[in-house]
């Protein structure tokens, strides 16, 4: 969490959303065709608002604003200490407008309001903050030639970036794309998610107000095999920012590949969390519970395979069924709540589907289970499933619902065996009070990042990223900037 938290017991009411256009060149455009597609409230099922639904036309004027705007404009061209400046702008304007930016991302992914506050919209601001201070730091090298030329070598912007998100945390994702890409000097077409796009076009907003000039940031809405398909084909952009789940990555790689274009793909998880039978029990059931509630289990480094020292395995299922049907699950409004719905009826239906399975599998539903029916809403409760073996499909595969399988082991190798042997590679951890013990699982997970007595502890200055079918590339930390950028070296002759 972060260190601009507020108080969590701010009440908040739900927001009217008056229908969004496309933002394409500084302008607030409706798509060519006309046509609009509607966002629904994840907690009533009912319309919230409508938004442009963009086709290739809009895209092809997105691209051309973003592409003019970098070719011919001063983004690209002015001093890092100048973007900097603007960039601490977007984080004071959303600062200022943080009430509205909570209220938007709640009512839109039916994310809890103390959440999108001390987390969603608090991270962004130090996102921004953070990349400001970035843009200023310059790297290059100098190196001596043999025969007296001399070299300096730096790092120019990639262009235009295509950014690509998915439902989840719009507001966290799309701005980890953007942040280091602003501060790079590049210019960007952005399609967030269609089940989530609001926060994305309130942004554009914040971005004009805070001085990012016309053009730099063009926001789109529409469906991804549509757009985001012809964005990872579209000449004129020159590099795809993904994330979202590993099927879409693949296609999106494959075709983006076709034109050369580099990507970095952000993908799914399903990631191992190891209780060794030194650890602090009660802290440890504390972190898997949050790791796998958390937004509702939509959340890529969603600690999904509770992995525990078999004398521990059944206190920790006891304390686990003990204490998630009193978690609070209801409202997103409401700041007492702590689960909120699901983002849509799919999705709650997949949640629904890999329960089915598991009975089929002949695995035990130790806690829920079943959906919760509430105001039209798409709750699901935190699930907790037992006695089920390694080559399941609920162990195997990314749900992406609170559905949290157990599993015992005997020894530490045993452990990293269970913890490394999914295709994904996004995120593990492990609870231990042995130091050496740290060093040494760690050192074998094979994951972007590896947390030890807790869980989900990210911060803008610490990369993240996935091993194997989790993708490659980094967000955050100094290293997100290498991912917009390219190595420009000068040789002078002697
Ligand atoms: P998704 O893959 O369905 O969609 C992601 C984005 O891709 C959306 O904007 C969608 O419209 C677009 N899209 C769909 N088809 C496309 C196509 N053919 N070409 C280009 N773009 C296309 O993912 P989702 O359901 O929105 O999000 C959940 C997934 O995202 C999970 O797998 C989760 O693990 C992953 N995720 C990963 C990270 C990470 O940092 N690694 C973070 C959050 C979510």
Known sequence: MSE???????????????PRRLFIGGQWLEARSGQRREVLDPSTGKVITSVADAGI???????????????????????????????????????????????????DVGKPVTFSRIVDVATVIETYEYYAAQAQLKEGAYREVPGGARAYICREPLGVIGAITPFNFPLILSNNK??????AGNTIVHKPASDTPLSALLMAEIFAEAGIPAGVVNVITGPGARIGDAMARHPGIDKIAFTGSTDIGREVARVAGECIKPTTLELGGKSGHIIFEDADVERAVGAAIQGFIFNTGQFCMAGTRLLVARPLHDAVVGALVGALPHIPLGDPFDPATVVGPMVSA????????????????????????QRIEKEGGFYFPPTV??????????????????VLTVQAFDTEEEAIALANSTVFGLA??????DISRVHR??????????????????????????????????????????????????????
């Open 346 to 369: 799919k999705q709650r239906a997949t949640s629904e589907d890999y329960c089915r399975i598991a009975l089929e599998e002949g695995a035990t539903l130790a806690v829920g289970g």
């Open 441 to 494: 699982v760690s050192a074998r997970l094979k994951a972007g990042i590896v947390w030890v007595n807790g869980w989900a502890i990210l911060d803008p200055s610490v990369p993240f990223g996935g091993y194997k079918q989790s993708g490659f590339g980094r967000e955050y930390g100094p290293e997100a900037l290498h991912y917009y950028t390219q190595v420009k070296s000068t040789v002078i002759a002697p």
């Open 178 to 183: 953007l942040a280091p890409a602003l501060a």
């Open 385 to 402: 499933v037992t006695h089920v073996t390694n080559q399941s499909r609920l162990v195997q595969e990314e749900i992406f619902g609170p």
């Open 4 to 18: 601009a938290q507020v108080s969590v017991a701010q009440p908040i009411v739900r927001p009217l959303i008056e």
């Open 428 to 433: 593990a951890g492990l609870h231990t009070r």
């Open 57 to 107: 036309e809009d895209l092809d004027a997105a691209v051309l604003a973003a592409r003019k705007a970098f070719d011919e404009g001063d983004w690209a061209r002015m001093s890092g200490r100048e973007r900097a400046r603007i960039l601490l702008r977007v984080a004071e304007v959303m600062r200022r407008r943080t009430e509205e930016l909570v209220a938007t991302e709640s009512v």
